[in-house]
C-alpha cells in the first residue's frame, strides 16, 4: 500500500494553493465513485459525468488537473471525466419565466425587475458512474 503525497481527508493544511478548492470538489467526487463501484462488486470506474452549474464556483480546466492527481493509485485511475456544464438561470416572479442569467443577481430581460432567485447554476454534483 503506497502513501499518497497528501492527506486530503483530515486536517487541512493553511498553506492552500488556488486549486485546493478544485482539489477536494473532486478527492470527494472520486471517493464517491469509487465506493458506488465497490458497492456495486466492481473493480475499476471507468466514466465519471459531473453536472457543473457555471456559477459553482469550480473552474473545469482545474477540475480536470484534480481529476488525474486524485485517480492516482484508486479504482478510479485511468478512468475518463465529463463535465456537464448547467447554464445558470434566475426566475422572474414578474414575468413568471425563467431566463438565463451571468450572475447571482441578474435583471429580467422582459420586465428589467432585479431578481436573486437562481433557480439553476450553483450544481456540482455527480450525475453518473460508469464502472465494470
Ligand atoms: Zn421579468
New binding site residues.
Partial sequence: MSKRGYDGSRGRSPHRSVKMHEVSIMEEAVRMAVETAKEAGASRVLVLRLRVGTLSGAVPDALRFAFDVVCHDTMAEGASLEMETVPAAAW?P??R?EFECADFISQ?P??R?LSGELRRGRELEIASVEIS
Fill in positions: 422572474c414578474e414575468c419565466a429580467c422582459r420586465c425587475n
